[in-house]
């Protein structure tokens, strides 16, 4: 043993303390395992750092506390959850290895706070795998730029399915056409369609991964996506970091957020003073209506409306 060796031990000694790297069978037996996604992706878990207890270890630094009673990392995440402290979350990591489509990466990599090595067609040969035709065509809402209002009939669908199967095989002989030619292989590739599977290794923590899963798990978030993060969350976040994922769901997945003026409404109508409520939605811009007495689309009154409901509130303009 060198002088550095002897002296790091000595401190380890003299400190009491002996730091190992926190393991989770759970985790462990899943590392490398592929989770399937659509129908020729995955997700699997590559490495991870941290968990539940990393989260509790970060906090205590923060506040010095020494004391553990019983349910108290649970009753510690929770009060961080509830009250937005980030930076105990970012203590965990996790590194992904991902394969899906290219339509779904590039809402994916919106997402800037991980660290991506994405696979590369500018120095290999692009993935043969494509995303097979849609078996349903979802029609554009039209209440919303980004969501579907139903389907296109099964007659239309399977024709437009026909002809996607035509324009991938099209432009992948293409591709391997100029491949063959001896194009190089960055100019190759422009003609690849978004059906495309690609695949990247993504590492990220905590913190902003449960922001994805907020925003990507949502109903409103195209499904595609939202086949992907549900395995992430529902089959390795709830097993990695089993408490912190349940005060996820139980403070922002599932929550009710109200706004001020949300709030004020719904404690009108708790206080059965219906009037007062519609005032207050008037006053707050929410409710205009035309020359026939209809009241204007708002969103905004659209997504109160859906909370009041959830409160077991009507709204009286309704």
């Excluded at 002296?7 to 303390?17: I, V």
């Excluded at 899963?213 to 086949?227: G, P, S």
């Excluded at 020359?291 to 009507?314: C, F, I, V, W």
Aim: proline share 3%; aromatic share 6%; hydrophobic share 40%.
């Amino acid at each position: 043993m060198n002088d550095v060796s002897r002296k790091q031990a000595s401190t380890r000694e003299s400190s009491g303390t002996l730091l190992r790297r926190c393991t989770l069978p759970a985790l462990d037996e899943m590392l490398g395992v592929k989770w399937r996604v659509l129908d020729d992706g995955f997700v699997r878990v590559i490495d991870y750092m941290g968990d539940d207890s990393s989260i509790v270890q970060a906090a205590k630094v923060a506040s010095g506390a020494s004391k553990k009673k019983t349910g108290e990392d649970r009753e510690l995440i929770r009060n961080l959850m509830r009250r937005g402290h980030t930076t105990p979350f970012e203590m965990c990591e996790i590194k992904l290895h991902l394969r899906t489509p290219m339509d779904v990466w590039r809402q994916w990599i919106r997402h800037r706070t991980a660290n991506v090595n994405e696979h590369s067609t500018q120095f290999s040969i692009a993935n043969s795998a494509q995303a097979t035709p849609a078996d349903k065509w979802r029609v554009q809402s039209p209440e919303s730029k980004a969501g579907g209002g139903g389907f296109l009939a099964m007659e239309e669908g399977q024709r437009l399915s026909a002809r996607e199967a035509q324009l991938q095989r099209t432009s992948r002989e293409v591709y391997e056409e100029r491949l063959a030619a001896g194009v190089e292989r960055e100019q190759a590739r422009k003609d690849l369609p978004l059906s495309t599977y690609t695949e990247a290794y993504w590492k990220i923590d905590l913190h902003n991964l449960l922001h994805f899963l907020h925003v990507r798990m949502d109903e409103h978030a195209q499904c595609e996506i939202r086949a992907y993060a549900e395995v992430v969350g529902q089959e390795i976040v709830a097993k990695w970091v089993p408490l912190a994922w349940e005060a996820f769901l139980d403070y922002r997945r599932n929550a009710l957020l109200l706004s001020r003026i949300e709030a004020q409404i719904a404690a009108a109508l708790i206080a059965n003073s219906p009037e007062e409520a519609q005032r207050i939605a008037e006053s707050a811009g929410l409710l205009t209506f035309d020359d026939t007495g209809n009241a204007h689309r708002n969103r905004e009154r659209t997504e109160l409306e859906s909370k009041l409901d959830a409160l077991g509130l009507s709204p009286p303009w309704k």
